[in-house]
Nanobody
């Protein structure tokens, strides 16, 4: 059973950069055709897909976040990371990492989520 665990600061100041890491266990982030995503849920709202990094290191991000988001990975640690720059209180959310075994498949594994609050 694949396990994902988000980690990072729970409080970030406005205009700073939010940085989170997802540590993956019992699966390799380079396994063909796995796709590793970041998803968030603001308070009182639905899930918002932010972007992904695929098994081959390619990335894709939501157009609404394209100017602020960076997704990267460290294969030696089996981790992938999210950086979101110039945050505002509207970026306050529970942030999840999740896996798809193929681009079009449903998510089959999720982290427990981590609350990030952006202070004004």
């Amino acid at each position: 059973q694949v396990q994902l665990q988000e980690s990072g600061p729970g409080l970030v100041k406005s205009s700073q950069t939010l940085s989170l890491t997802c540590t993956v266990s019992d699966a390799s982030i380079t396994t063909h055709y796995n796709v590793w995503s970041w998803i968030r849920q603001p308070p009182g709202k639905g899930l918002e897909w932010m972007g992904f990094i695929a098994y081959d290191g390619s990335t894709h991000a939501s157009p609404s976040l394209l100017s602020r988001i960076t997704i990267s990975r460290d294969t030696s640690k089996n981790q992938f990371s999210l950086q979101l720059s110039s945050v505002t209180p509207e970026d306050t959310a529970v942030y999840y990492c999740a896996r798809r075994t193929y681009y079009s498949d449903p998510y089959d594994s999720w982290g427990q989520g981590t609350q990030v609050t952006v202070s004004s």
